[in-house]
T-cell receptor, first 113, second 114 residues
Framework: LAKTTQPISMDSYEGQEVNITCSHNNIATNDYITWYQQFPSQGPRFIIQGYKTKVTNEVASLFIPADRKSSTLSLPRVSLSDTAVYYCLVGDPFSGGYNKLIFGAGTRLAVHP | NAGVTQTPKFRVLKTGQSMTLLCAQDMNHEYMYWYRQDPGMGLRLIHYSVGEGTTAKGEVPDGYNVSRLKKQNFLLGLESAAPSQTSVYFC?????????????FGSGTRLTVV
């Protein structure tokens, strides 16, 4: 099964840039990389998705190298409200074609004043 | 724009009781999913559906049943609740069958089995 590996936790301070790296050595050719954010007592929320190079939206940037075996979520100038768990997901290439995203434990980001 | 709605939000069951969790989506999504999340852990897939009238097992299906009689609804049933099923349950829906389509999640149902 395709798996992702990301740090269990990270700490940052308000106003800093945060980069969370995810490894996904078994990513399939047609798979995209997707990041979700989860606040306490809420369901995960889609943040950003990409296939290669760089994707940017109003919330974050996603950097994907040419070999696509890793990706980095970049959060610019974080605030206290960015404290959450961040999940990196890729499509399961052995799932028979159905979309059964595998959620790992995620990265718990704590932003301090 | 409701998205995915889960009911109830909270529930306490006694061991052996049964209950049904309801998930409703108004986005005309084909795919729907039920996940459970235990403290400090990621989400684990229980069952999923790729369309009206279809269901399939996920990663941890034992002790649960599901039904998708209408495209917009996905029901999760516990026939005989056990303390090990104490968890937060999330429903999600998506447009397509590849990871290219983002999931929309509900706000969760917190279930406690005593």
């Amino acid at each position: 099964l395709a798996k992702t590996t990301q740090p269990i936790s990270m700490d940052s301070y308000e106003g800093q840039e945060v980069n969370i790296t995810c490894s996904h050595n078994n990513i399939a050719t047609n798979d995209y990389i997707t990041w979700y954010q989860q606040f306490p007592s809420q369901g995960p929320r889609f943040i950003i998705q990409g296939y290669k190079t760089k994707v940017t939206n109003e919330v974050a940037s996603l950097f994907i190298p040419a070999d696509r075996k890793s990706s980095t979520l970049s959060l610019p100038r974080v605030s206290l409200s960015d404290t959450a768990v961040y999940y990196c997901l890729v499509g399961d290439p052995f799932s028979g074609g159905y979309n059964k995203l595998i959620f790992g434990a995620g990265t718990r980001l704590a932003v301090h004043p | 724009n409701a998205g995915v709605t889960q009911t109830p939000k909270f529930r306490v069951l006694k061991t052996g009781q049964s209950m049904t969790l309801l998930c409703a989506q108004d986005m005309n999504h084909e795919y729907m999913y039920w996940y459970r999340q235990d403290p400090g852990m990621g989400l684990r897939l229980i069952h999923y559906s790729v369309g009206e009238g279809t269901t399939a097992k996920g990663e941890v299906p034992d002790g649960y049943n599901v039904s998708r009689l209408k495209k917009q609804n996905f029901l999760l049933g516990l026939e005989s609740a056990a303390p090990s099923q104490t968890s937060v349950y999330f429903c999600a829906s998506s447009e397509g069958d590849r990871a290219n389509y983002g999931y929309t999640f509900g706000s969760g149902t917190r279930l406690t089995v005593v």
